[in-house]
């Protein structure tokens, strides 16, 4: 257990996160770095931006409340000072992506409606699924529901915008890698602390492997929705971003080249990538992953 005090103990969160990374930041990006007007003067992908980060508001609100609710329920304290860790983090993420709502020019006092208006049901729906256990201080499912579905969602999710983003739109591209070095840390808290709580407890599996059955379709079916319905939107931030960068360098990830494939390639790369994440580490903590209908 010696390295996984080291490893999850604030101190180490302290060196790598505020005094690591995060040095020298605001909000997650360097300090006066606005959103590119090409974004903000057009209406379309305004818009659309205003939508996509919409959906990680509501995913992270998801997490900060998870990771706060999962502290008492944690059986040992190594586990309880990383979950508080990971809630600043979490608090962190509502914070610089509520943010950037702001910057993308959402009032202070619209804001709640603005989220009421895009969150996508789906992602709603998988929140609840996952706060259901939360609530009912199942340690055990709540962490493989937060730290390995949500979180392997969230961080393959940043990862693909993040790629898309770094030469439109540098400060959006930071605030991303910030975050996916949080989740990275998510992630590996989850695999590492119940792999051996489950082994104690094989008679939680079959409970758990529904949750992660539920959250995987209200996941695909977020992704079917966001990529289905942004067809004309994403041909116009493509036709600005040529036209204000003709230079451009594709954005290969995973095989797939985000600066050209159609919106079904986009959810297939990304449904493809996060299932594999899940399959693989699902098996590593001795759960068999269940595969939901394709919506
Ligand atoms: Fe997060
Ligand atoms: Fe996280």
């Known amino acids: 257990m010696s390295d996984f005090l080291n490893a999850y103990s604030i101190q180490t969160w302290l060196e790598s996160c505020p005094q690591g990374y995060l040095e020298n930041t605001e909000f997650g990006h360097s300090p006066g770095a606005k959103e590119p007007a090409l974004i903000l003067e057009n209406p379309t992908v305004r818009e659309e931006s205003?939508?996509?980060?919409?959906?990680?508001?509501?995913?992270?609100?998801?997490?900060?409340?998870?990771?706060?609710?999962?502290i008492n329920s944690a059986p040992d304290y190594p586990s309880k000072r990383f979950l508080a860790t990971?809630?600043?983090?979490?608090?962190?993420?509502?914070?610089?992506?509520?943010?950037?709502?702001?910057?993308?020019?959402?009032?202070?006092?619209?804001?709640?409606e603005v989220i009421k208006v895009h969150a996508n049901p789906n992602l709603v729906k998988f929140a609840e699924v996952l706060?259901?256990?939360?609530?009912?201080?199942?340690?055990?499912?709540?962490?493989?529901?937060?730290?390995?579905?949500?979180?392997?969602?969230?961080?393959?999710?940043?990862?693909?915008?993040?790629?898309?983003?770094?030469?439109?739109?540098?400060?959006?591209?930071?605030t991303l890698s910030g975050t996916i070095a949080d989740e990275r840390r998510h992630v590996g808290f989850g695999e590492n602390r119940i792999g051996s709580l489950l082994r104690e407890h094989p008679e939680k599996k079959p409970e758990i492997e529904k949750m992660q059955k539920d959250m995987t379709y209200h996941m695909l079916a977020t992704f079917a929705d966001s990529f289905r319905g942004s067809a004309s939107a994403m041909q116009e931030t493509r036709r600005i971003a040529q036209a204000a960068m003709p230079e451009q360098k594709s954005h290969v990830w995973h095989g797939t080249d985000l600066s050209s494939a159609d919106p079904a390639a986009m959810e297939s790369v990304l449904a493809d990538t996060v299932l594999k994440e899940f399959k693989t580490r699902l098996g590593r903590i001795g759960l068999e992953y269940q595969q939901p209908v394709r919506p």
């Open 50 to 70: 205003i939508g996509a980060t919409v959906q990680l508001v509501v995913g992270e609100r998801c997490a900060l409340a998870a990771s706060s609710g999962l």
């Open 86 to 112: 990971q809630t600043l983090d979490e608090a962190r993420h509502v914070e610089i992506f509520t943010q950037r709502l702001f910057d993308l020019g959402v009032k202070k006092d619209e804001l709640e």
């Open 131 to 174: 706060l259901e256990k939360v609530d009912k201080g199942d340690f055990l499912a709540g962490v493989v529901g937060q730290n390995i579905v949500l979180e392997g969602m969230a961080f393959s999710v940043f990862e693909m915008m993040q790629a898309s983003n770094v030469d439109l739109n540098p400060k959006f591209a930071d």
